[in-house]
């Protein structure tokens, strides 16, 4: 009775804060977009937040089905959710059904509502990887077996992300998935030796070909440099994050949301929040991130099987990076990159499928097993017991092993 007590408890938790950040995303992108509408004006003020409120509806739905269904059945089925996700990036690609906007064709357009086939994208090669490493589990070791065809089917989709071009994501793709694929026991060394040998040659093709990346660099290296052109966003985002001080400006207070700063309901929502709540509202969405991860983690390692611990250490992963890169290009720490903060920023499928995740992580949740199960079954996968097919110890194997 008391590990059920414990079990509910893990999982109201993870839903609480994930319901947490759902929230202040919700007043962010009402405070931040509201101002967007020119009053007087036939447009509806309030036609951000109802779109995103629309969206987290739909997400919150998909939640729910996702936490009822056995998450195995994810794993039956990850060939065509991954085709899925491959067909729906190639129609991105095609004049006429993909949307073209800012010169990069990156959307689809149903009835007049817009998704982003590459936040599908996000979660389809997650639950692609977890399954190859699952299926290949005995021979990821192997640079023809296990990592070459990895690199195949991650390839496939960094390659259409960045023909968009969306060079950010197509980044994303690749280390999400790499990071589920490691967990399950690819080894690192010849990812490592496989990025030293194509990064500097990638770098240099992309900085030549594309004029965006090097004024993103040249901005990141100099923001003083354009001020009032490529370094005007950098420059005001990091104005506002100054001016929140300790407590902030008050909520719908903030100045650089007043045609200061651009893009300030999605990708650069994080200094609106950080000018309009200061250093301690900063403090506590970080923390709800972070308590998020440690959640994630705690309830992969007593996933019942190794499909389900993958599955939640790649969506924990995944929300944790893209917040990491948020954060990171808020605070001028990296290049400009067009990702938004996890269920923060406006942004309709973003939204929808990161909630459809935490119904993954939710469904994995409820047949978590204790601490003393897991040891045992940890146990038996590296004695050969309870996979004997397998010569090679899982990662989450050695970690059950090790933190004790």
């Known amino acids: 009775m008391g590990y059920l007590a414990v079990q509910h408890t893990l999982r109201n938790t993870y839903l609480l804060n994930v319901l947490a950040l759902v929230g202040i995303g919700v007043v962010m992108v009402f405070s931040s977009s509201a101002i967007r509408v020119v009053p007087g004006t036939e447009i509806d003020p309030f036609v951000f937040i109802k779109r995103h ?11 729910a089905i996702a936490a009822k269904l056995d998450y195995g059945l994810w794993q039956k089925f990850a060939k065509p959710i991954y085709l899925l996700g491959l067909v729906l990036l190639v129609l991105t690609l095609i004049p006429g059904i993909g949307t073209e906007f800012n010169g990069a064709r990156r959307w689809l357009r149903f009835g007049g509502v817009g998704i982003q086939p590459s936040d599908f994208a996000k979660l389809a090669l997650l639950i692609a990887a977890a399954s190859y490493a699952v299926v290949r589990r005995n021979e ?8 070459l065809p990895a690199c195949m089917f991650v390839g496939v989709y960094v390659v259409l992300t960045m023909a968009q071009p969306d060079f950010g994501t197509s980044l994303f793709l690749a280390a999400s998935s790499f990071l589920v694929l490691i967990a ?41 440099m354009d001020p009032r052109g490529k370094g005007h966003q950098v420059k005001q985002s990091l104005i506002a994050i100054g001016s929140g001080g300790m407590e902030g400006q008050g909520l719908g207070r903030s100045m650089q949301k007043l045609y200061y700063l651009p893009e300030q309901e999605t990708d650069f929502i994080f200094a609106v929040l950080a000018e309009e709540t200061g ?32 599955l939640v250490t790649g969506i924990t992963c995944a929300i944790g990076l893209q917040a990491a890169i948020n954060i990171a290009v808020v605070t001028a720490s990296v290049p400009t ?7 923060i920023s406006f942004g309709g499928s973003s939204c929808f499928f990161y909630l459809c995740g935490v ?21 038996q996968e590296v004695a050969g017991e ?10 989450r194997a050695r970690r059950l092993t090790a933190s004790t």
Do not use: W
């Open 140 to 147: 990821l070791g192997s640079i023809r077996r296990g990592f």
């Open 359 to 379: 119904g993954l992580v939710l469904s994995v949740a409820k047949h978590c097993v204790s601490e003393q199960e897991a040891m045992n079954l940890a146990q």
């Open 279 to 310: 250093f301690i509202g900063s403090a506590l969405t970080l923390a709800l991130f972070a308590s998020l991860m440690l959640l994630g983690m705690k309830i992969a390692r007593r996933a019942r099987d190794r499909f389900g611990s993958l």
């Open 53 to 63: 409120l629309m969206f987290i509806g739909f997400g919150i739905v998909g939640m």
């Open 337 to 343: 990159k067009g990702i938004g903060l996890p269920f």
């Open 184 to 224: 399950g026991g690819l080894r690192a060394r010849h990812l490592a030796c496989a990025i030293l040998i194509m990064l500097p040659f990638a770098s240099a093709v992309m900085y030549a070909k594309f004029d965006h990346i090097q004024s993103r660099v040249m901005t990141f290296l100099d923001p003083s």
């Open 386 to 395: 309870r996979m004997p097919e397998s010569a090679r110890r899982s990662a």
